[in-house]
């Protein structure tokens, strides 16, 4: 009778986000590149817990919509059951709010808003945007090198804002069902 995999031992992060101020952010999203899950929103207190295998190197990101994303390296502690403290803090950031319009001066409601930091000029829309099932999902390899990459859905006045947003240069795409962007 064959026997069960023997389960891989796990070490654990705990993940304290906290706002310029260095107070705890309930809801932030904390992303891993190891470990599961890969994502997870941080309690009331914070507070956040991946578990991976002891000694890994682990890259985390932590973004919140009101701040700008914190990123970090670590390595996990090489025992089993191991607790590894960090401590993510989400900056200060600019605002960058949008109105998205028809030539006729409507609003759109629901055009995607895809903002990443930079002005690289290997970014064409293709590769920023993605096929049809992607635009409404980041990429978390941006967001572990720290660099802001958000897409947002513009509300019913054809308006939508991503904070966070580092000083400098941005390259914004809009796309919206039934509308040829400019």
């Known amino acids: 009778m064959p026997s069960e995999p023997a389960e891989a031992p ?7 986000v906290v706002d310029p101020a260095g107070h705890p952010v309930e809801g932030a999203e904390v992303i891993s590149d190891r470990g599961q899950p890969r994502r997870r929103l941080t309690n009331g207190e914070g507070l956040a817990q991946i578990g991976a295998p002891p000694g890994e190197a682990v890259r985390l990101a932590a973004r919140h919509d009101a701040f700008r994303l914190a990123t970090g390296n670590l390595t996990l502690g090489d025992e089993a059951g191991s607790v590894t403290d960090v401590r993510l803090q989400l900056g200060d950031g600019l605002p960058v709010c949008l109105e998205v319009m028809s030539r006729d001066g409507r609003p ?4 995607c808003v895809r903002l990443r930091e930079g002005s690289d000029g290997s970014d064409t829309k293709d ?7 992607d635009l409404q999902r980041c990429d978390d390899s941006d967001r572990l090198e720290g660099q802001v990459q958000e897409t947002r859905a513009t509300d019913s006045q054809g308006r939508c804002c991503v904070n966070g947003v580092r000083s400098g240069a ?3 795409h809009v796309d919206a069902d039934g509308y040829v962007p400019l």
Do not use: H, M, S
């Not at 759109?108 to 055009?111: L, T, V, W």
């Open 10 to 16: 796990t070490a654990y992060l705990r993940i304290l």
């Open 108 to 111: 759109i409601e629901g055009a």
């Open 127 to 133: 590769n920023l945007v993605g096929t049809a099932a």
């Open 170 to 172: 941005v390259i914004i």
